[in-house]
């Protein structure tokens, strides 16, 4: 196949499927040249496009996958950019990937020597996708992980302080690749990105606290940091830089800064310190926002603290 066809648009395309099983039948015919696309049993299957020698490992979602124009892994379009191959393990349903079908594919991988065919490997996902990233990175020693909100394990004798997945806890976190902390021991670099402020999300961060570790903090980000850093052109150079070998606190601090020109963080951050009570940093947001953008919003807060600060002076003394 030619290069015009390898990184071809409408090749990575599935936008015509208009069930379930179209779309198994589109993904199947994606990879029938250079890849494969296998069941692994009723709720996984296992997507692999061999493109070239860096290789991105994504852990998705199928109905967040369908949701989109392309209907296509999120990691797909990531990796074709670069020329990179990309695996990706795809669920149907709150799985957490806890199969021991899963566990057998990648066993075969290890088995195969699948990842000792690639220049570099860098596992990706968020939530549910962020422990299966960390948990499944053992299997590729050295990889890089970039895992956004991971949980550490929905084990109840561990994690009995995280509420937001009580249905979820009947599933085995204690048998093979059950506690992603202990996983990630013979990785590179693990990249684990979170909102500080977010209680639950914080305390699953400090259970991956190890030398090889970096915590990048998005505060403000709450349970949505995949969206927001998607939404601010931040994400894409993230996963980028990682499989590149160049992702660092300090490259991330400045791709962090465009949080200053993102509208839902500003927001955010406005509404916090407004119930906090702290009118001075109000009128500082309001004040840096509106030298910087054009923001009705906070105009019109700024002219409101303005008129309130008037009205609370004290009149003159009477002579």
Sequence with gaps: MSAEAIHSPSRYDASTATDRASWLARMEEICEDSGYFDPLGAQHWAFFADEGTTLLVTFEQLDSIRATPTQMPMGTTLAAAKGWSHLCLIAEGETWYR??????????????????????????????????????????????????????????????????????????????????????????????????????????????????????????????????????????????????????????????????NFGPYLKTILAHAGQAGHTARELLICRSVNRRLSAPRFRRRLAELEGQAGSDESPPPAE
């Design 99 to 260: 199969d021991p079908l899963v566990y057998r594919y990648f066993d075969r991988l290890v088995d195969d020597a699948f990842f000792e065919d690639f220049d570099r490997v860098v596992f990706y996902g968020a939530g549910m996708g962020g422990y299966a990233a960390t948990a499944f990175s053992v299997c590729a020693p050295g990889a890089s992980v970039v895992a956004l909100q991971p949980r550490a394990t929905l084990d109840p004798t561990i994690a009995v302080w995280d509420k937001r997945h009580l249905a979820q806890r009947w599933r085995d976190f204690t048998s093979r690749f059950g506690y992603a902390p202990d996983m990630i021991e013979g990785t590179g670099e693990v990249f684990v990105i979170y909102d500080p402020l977010a209680t639950e999300d914080a305390m699953h961060a400090s259970l991956f606290t190890r030398p090889f570790v970096t915590k990048l903090r998005t505060r403000f980000l709450g349970d949505r940091v995949e969206q927001a850093l998607s939404n601010m052109g931040v994400l894409t150079e993230i996963i980028h830089l990682a499989g590149e070998g160049q992702l660092t606190k300090p490259r991330f601090n400045q791709l962090w800064r465009r949080r200053r």
